[in-house]
């Protein structure tokens, strides 16, 4: 197997590495996951200074609430704000030096209850 054998002509990364590029990466046979009594179920991911990927089976929809029919099952949406296709992601963000926050700027919910439990624990 060559570097570039997904027949796109881009690099493979190992399975435990982060893609190069999220929006790369994308292909049109990702899984779709469903959750609890069959309900369709996403997973997003934000990739370091670079997009969100969303897996799985969801419904994109405009301010207006028309729907947005991304083609596929896995897309990346822009989080630099500079994409020339938004919401999609085009790589603008590598060239911008767009740098995104690495945490939440406040805790989350869930890791807030956590904590209050581990405290209530000890």
């Given amino acids: 197997m060559s570097a570039t054998d997904r027949g796109n002509g881009l690099p493979v990364q ?3 590495a982060e893609p190069t590029d999220p929006a790369d990466e994308i292909s049109d046979d990702s899984v779709r996951d469903l959750g609890p009594a069959g309900e369709p179920t996403a997973t997003i991911t934000p990739y370091r200074d670079g997009p969100l990927v969303v897996r799985g089976d969801f419904r994109l929809v405009d301010t207006d609430g028309n729907e947005i029919d991304p083609g596929r099952k ?4 822009c989080r630099c704000g500079k994409s020339g296709i938004k919401p ?3 790589g603008t963000h590598k060239r911008s030096g767009f ?3 690495s945490a939440p700027a406040r805790p989350r919910p869930a890791a807030r209850i956590v904590a209050e439990a581990r405290e209530d624990r000890g």
């Fill in 14 to 16: 190992p399975d435990t």
């Fill in 74 to 77: 896995t897309v990346a949406l």
């Fill in 88 to 90: 999609f992601c085009d």
């Fill in 99 to 101: 740098h995104a926050a």
